[in-house]
């Protein structure tokens, strides 16, 4: 089991950055592809933007890419989504997911934190 929290949401305005921090607890992190989705009131959730156990590959959806950077530290167990550049458009819940790099059923999420972009 791998507990999650996420922090670091808020409001923005256009063009401006924020960082959002996920904890994890519980198991061992290392093991685990991190990634950052976000979701808007009736749509699907999105994937935004993942990272490897080790941190050695890093995926990211087009509508982020260059704007966002995703990156773990495996010796405090967090993940971390840096976002630069932020459009109005960027604005959902964002969650924070742990999947297990072997057992793809293991598959775990956080609360999730609000970020709204606005003038």
């Known amino acids: 089991q791998v507990q999650l929290v996420e922090s670091g949401g808020g409001l923005v305005q256009p063009g401006g950055s924020l960082r959002l921090s996920c904890a994890a607890s519980?198991?061992?992190?290392?093991?685990?592809?991190m990634s950052w989705y976000r979701q808007v009131p009736g749509k699907e959730r999105e994937l935004v933007a993942s990272?490897?156990?080790?941190?050695?590959?890093?995926n990211y959806a087009d509508s982020v890419k260059g704007r966002f950077t995703i990156s773990r530290d495996n010796s405090l167990n967090t993940v971390a989504l840096q976002m630069n550049s932020l459009k109005p458009e960027d604005t959902a819940v964002y969650y924070c997911?742990?999947?297990?790099?072997?057992?793809?059923?293991?598959?775990?999420w956080g609360q999730g934190t609000q970020v709204t972009v606005s003038s």
């Open positions: 997911n742990a999947v297990h790099n072997r057992i793809g059923t293991m598959n775990y």
């Open positions: 990272i490897t156990s080790t941190g050695a590959i890093t």
């Open positions: 519980g198991s061992i992190f290392a093991w685990y592809v």
